[in-house]
């Protein structure tokens, strides 16, 4: 080239360079940040000039380039921050060494495994489940959507004739022939709908969802409740390949009486007049418990509110000796929002079990990291892996799950990973729908540990992981510029390797009505319950299907309250409640207290679960029961201040309260809870003897933080002639201030039993205001 070609063409290419960038600095610019990974180089200037040096390279001078520069990153790692043009940061993007390019952003300021994990194995021979010969002779009163009759854990193979105490019917309808859908299992069914109809003003199946007027169930959740409660064993069992093993309920060789009382409009609706039409045919058909995994919402009606039907229901069941067991809801981790509050319930929570559905993720770099999900397709290979980022200072927020905002030529075959901070049940459908409308194979959602997993519709692969893992993706993604994931199957793995936890979504204590009555009473397994359902679930998989709620905690109970009925047919409903309380687990099965899911998650206390996962086998040989009975309850009524009208009306006669008013705190419940302790109180127990006629228990206190605990007499001496016996509680305050709860415990042991009352107090100021 000669000199003069060589002069124009070095005149072309600044004349062009110059014109490129007057273009480019009339365009809208934005900060970028170009992360280069670890420094190359020691001396930080050495790494500083070389940003210049790149960032020159592109927008034609060291002196715009020194105007464009906003940061150099050149101690902890190499990168740098600077005013580019979209076409600027693609053409950065392509220099070697780039890792990233990353626009600027603004932050703010801020079963099958159940009954064995219970220790109810059908292969073990000396444990609840074979003492109480299956919950043979007992009767379970079911209250929910009806029954799919046809299906197989309703069989009646090997059951003898029905309780000659039965007065039960069963009812015909659509659908439903009582002549044979009814048998020596399912003993009776009716349904009760019109207090419904009263209030939705239009006939059944104008929302769309099917419905049948007869006790068949058109949703699922009937059959499912029913079927953990009592159902009769299926061998083989799985979801999907999950959890594979026999199926069976908690008294398989129990009575089931179906009492359809909700119906399949928005989800599930059950009106308080049908229910409490329920509690009255239950009680006159012979029921021995009810199950009913029905709740309402806060505020809670009062004890004496009769459009609480359950509380007000329940109250005459007990009385008649039925146990009512009933679901705390699905409002966690939120304090005060348990429901079915009233103490003559037996309230549920749920947890987990030492089962989980672990599935691999394999990045492009051949990390693995594990996730959880119900997917049983075929592995989607090494395929790319994509996290939708738009452009602006909210780059984020078209990788939210609810609000994915996906270009099909981006993602078609490709997996997507969003963030969220919804309840999956809403996020993860939302999610997986966007992200197969435009072609890809696969969704990894990251959100707080919160609700158990659920599978997608058509086996999709929605894999859910923790904030922290999806993180870990995140940046892996940031990191690369072709990033690549492997999805494969789930697994299901069990045993010590996996702790029960109290479920998210189970709703804690303190009561919201009077939170000197401890409420949830017990936790049970609620996360994940294989079990049978109507064919008509949207996830059902040959008549089976996995579920979470208190609702399917709840049968767990009231299959083990059966067996102990069996077992123990004399006990009260009170007493079966002490038994359950006072010998549930705290521990997990290595022997580490047991913890609740929240944000944060946190040891769990009795707010969480009550006395704590139910242990059954316990439950059978408590020692020492806290017993009530109709006297008690109607002391409760007074403590609470309701006026002798209301309690007379729901007691069924008259009632007059004392003239001075009784304490709350001396109803006779296995917990010890004062909200307001001022200085001291003093509280009465009174225990009865379930045990060997001769038994010496001595107390051991546990005191909460900040008092002092007394109790008289501390040794209780039992003989065949005194058989219970009553005690004080005296609780001190060291605190002159307002706390928060603190919790401890008093237990009675005679060296076999050992008898644990949970105790909880909050302290307020009681210093003279000056």
């Known amino acids: ?25 009339d365009a809208k610019s934005s900060v970028h940040i170009i992360y280069l990974g670890e420094r190359q180089h020691d001396d930080p200037q050495h790494v500083a000039d070389s940003h210049h040096d790149m960032l020159s390279a592109v927008v034609g001078s060291k002196e715009v380039a020194s105007k464009l520069m906003v940061y150099s990153y050149k101690h902890g790692f190499s990168g740098f921050a600077a005013k580019l043009t979209e076409s600027q940061a693609q053409r950065l993007a392509e ?48 209250f929910d959507t009806g029954i799919w009759p046809e299906s197989q854990v309703f069989d009646d193979e090997g059951f003898g004739p029905i309780p000659s105490y039965w007065k039960g019917v069963c009812e015909s309808g659509q659908r439903f022939n009582a002549t044979s859908h009814c048998n020596r299992k399912v003993i009776g ?9 009263a209030e939705y003003g239009q006939p059944l199946n104008t929302s769309g969802d099917q419905e049948y007027l007869s006790p068949r169930d058109a949703n699922g959740h009937g059959t499912h409740t029913s079927s953990t409660a009592a159902g009769s064993q299926v061998s083989n069992i799985s979801y999907k390949g999950l959890g594979r093993g026999t199926v069976r309920g908690g008294a398989p060789r129990a009575r089931l009486a179906i009492y359809k009382v909700c119906w399949n409009v928005f989800g599930g609706e059950c009106a308080a007049a049908d229910i409490l039409k329920a509690f009255d045919e239950a009680i006159h058909d012979g029921v021995d418990v009810l199950s009913i995994s029905i709740g309402s919402s806060i505020p809670l009606y009062s004890d004496v509110d009769e459009r609480d039907g359950i509380a007000t229901g329940s109250f005459h069941a007990v009385a008649k000796g039925i146990t009512v067991v009933c679901a705390a809801a699905n409002d966690g981790p939120s304090s005060q929002t348990v429901q079915n509050t009233a103490p003559w319930i037996l309230t549920v929570g749920a947890s987990s079990m030492d089962r989980a ?100 519709s058509n086996d999709f692969p929605c894999i859910e992981v923790n904030y922290e893992v999806g993180t870990q993706i995140l940046f892996y993604i940031r990191s690369t ?105 705290r521990n997990d099965q290595n022997g580490f207290p047991i913890f609740a899911e929240g944000s944060p998650i946190k040891l769990a206390d009795p ?42 009306r729901l007691n069924g006669q008259s009632t007059v309260c004392p003239s001075k008013k009784p304490s709350i705190l001396d109803v006779n419940l296995p917990s010890i809870i004062i909200p307001s302790l001022r200085k001291f109180t003093t509280l009465t127990r009174t225990v009865k003897n379930v045990g060997p006629a001769v038994s010496v228990y001595r107390s051991v206190l546990e005191p909460p933080v900040g008092t002092t605990v007394s109790v008289k007499p501390d040794v209780l001496a039992f003989n065949a002639t005194t058989k219970t016996i009553s005690f004080t509680v005296t609780v001190h305050s060291m605190h002159q201030m307002n706390t928060g709860y603190y919790f401890g415990s008093l237990t009675w042991t005679n060296g076999v039993h050992t008898v644990r009352i949970l105790m909880s107090v909050r302290t307020e100021s009681y210093a003279d205001a000056n």
């Open 1 to 25: 080239m000669s000199k003069t070609n060589g002069f124009l063409a070095c005149l072309l290419f600044v004349l062009h360079g110059q014109a490129f960038f007057t273009t480019e600095a």
């Open 95 to 142: 220099f070697p060494g780039v890792i990233r390019v990353i626009p600027n952003s603004l932050h703010k300021l801020q079963t099958t495994r159940s009954w064995d994990y219970l220790g109810l194995s059908s292969a073990t021979h000396n444990n609840l489940l074979r003492k109480s010969k299956m919950g043979d002779g007992v009767i379970i009163g079911v």
């Open 189 to 197: 069914a009716r349904w009760f709908v019109n207090g419904f109809l």
């Open 357 to 456: 559905f672990p599935t691999r993720i394999t990045l492009g770099n051949n990390k693995t990291v594990l996730g959880q999900a119900m997917y049983t397709g075929k592995e989607i290979g090494f395929t790319g892996l994509i996290y939708p980022e738009s452009k602006g200072l909210h780059p984020t927020s078209s990788g939210v799950c609810h609000s994915l905002s996906l270009n099909p030529k981006f993602v078609a075959g490709k997996v997507v990973l969003c963030f969220t901070s919804l309840d999956p049940r809403i996020a993860v459908p939302i999610a997986s729908s966007y992200v197969i409308a435009a072609g890809g194979v696969g969704v990894i959602i990251a959100r707080s540990p919160s609700e158990p997993v659920a599978p997608c």
């Open 481 to 585: 510029r072709s990033p690549m994931v492997r999805l494969s199957p789930s697994k299901t793995q069990v045993g010590k390797f996996v702790s029960a936890k109290v479920a998210y979504f189970s709703s804690r204590g303190p009561s919201s009505v009077v939170p000197s009555i401890l409420k949830p009473d017990i936790t049970a397994p609620g996360v994940h319950i294989l079990a049978a359902t109507s064919p008509l679930d949207p996830l059902a998989e040959s008549g089976f299907v996995m579920h979470s709620g208190t609702s399917m905690a709840t049968p767990h109970v009231s299959g083990i309250v059966a067996l102990l009925k069996a077992l123990h047919p004399d006990w009260s409903p009170a007493a079966i409640k002490s038994a359950l309380i006072t010998t549930a687990w």
């Open 607 to 648: 707010f969480d679960y009550g006395g704590g996962i139910v242990n059954p086998n316990g439950a059978a040989d408590p020692g020492l029961v806290f017993d009530m009975g109709r006297p008690d309850y109607v002391h409760y009524l007074c403590a609470m201040g309701y006026n002798n009208t209301a309690i007379s």
